[in-house]
């Protein structure tokens, strides 16, 4: 069997693609159908020595690669508000960014691909079009706290222990966890509250005034009452 011969270039090597006249390092080196081929900046392609050159060799024309830095501003999961939407409030779930280059003129654009959580509906929008409204982590802590605003006239009725209701008498058992759900309900809403004049005070809309409206006529109502009143 004939000796297997070495590769021409090795692992690190800086080498020219001769057909682009663009330069990288080689980050690996295959044996394939009885040749050796080199990969060449982690990339996909694979090329054969004759389409490379080490750079100390090489007196062509070298192309200048041309490096991008982009600072993204929202990320996938983020909670964001759209211009042109109102109150409504969508989800980050993609994002791409365009690059356009011109004989005069050069640009990058951001494209933001969102979802709304309402209904799903599927947007995209440039990252001047979005305004922060949770970030990734706390996004679905956000949206429950909103949710909770719809349910608040929609209370349980308590489970009731049969232990505990041989020991107390009934009236004594629903009393404890009427109030107990009452604290719970008011503690609730003051978060829910607290969020929302968060977002007023950030974005001024007037859905968010009325809503905290609401809430308050319902925790006044709770405190003066006894929490069965509703708005």
């Given at each position: 069997m004939a000796k297997r011969k070495k590769p021409k270039y090795k692992i690190g090597d800086t080498v020219v693609i001769t057909i682009y006249g663009t330069v990288g390092r080689v980050s690996d080196v295959k044996w394939l159908d009885g040749k050796y081929v080199y990969e060449v900046n982690k990339s996909d392609g694979l090329f054969i020595e004759e389409a490379l050159q080490l750079?100390?060799?090489?007196?062509?024309?070298?192309?200048?690669?041309?490096?991008?830095?982009?600072?993204?501003?929202?990320?996938?999961g983020d909670l964001v508000q759209v211009a042109g939407y109102g109150a409504d409030l969508f989800k980050v779930v993609g994002f791409r960014t365009e690059i356009w280059r011109y004989k005069d003129d050069a640009w990058e654009d951001v494209i933001y691909e969102l979802s709304r959580v309402?209904?799903?509906?599927?947007?995209?929008?440039?990252?001047?079009?979005?305004?922060?409204?949770?970030?990734?982590?706390?996004?679905?802590?956000?949206?429950?706290k909103l949710g909770l605003l719809y349910l608040v006239n929609k209370q349980e009725k308590p489970t009731k222990n049969p232990n505990m209701q041989n020991m107390v008498r009934k009236a004594e058992f629903e009393e404890i966890e009427r109030k107990k759900e009452k604290k719970e309900l008011i503690d609730n809403l003051l978060d829910i509250f607290n969020d929302y004049r968060?977002?007023?005070?950030?974005?001024?809309?007037?859905?968010?005034?009325?809503?905290?409206?609401?809430?308050?006529?319902?925790?006044?109502?709770?405190?003066s009452n006894d929490g069965k009143s509703h708005v």
């Open positions: 750079l100390s060799e090489y007196d062509g024309t070298i192309m200048e690669q041309e490096q991008i830095d982009i600072e993204y501003k929202f990320f996938i309402s209904d799903g509906e599927w947007l995209e929008a440039g990252e001047e079009e979005l305004t922060l409204v949770a970030d990734a982590e706390s996004a679905d802590t956000f949206i429950q968060i977002l007023y005070e950030l974005f001024h809309d007037q859905e968010y005034y009325q809503v905290m409206r609401v809430i308050l006529r319902k925790l006044e109502s709770l405190v």
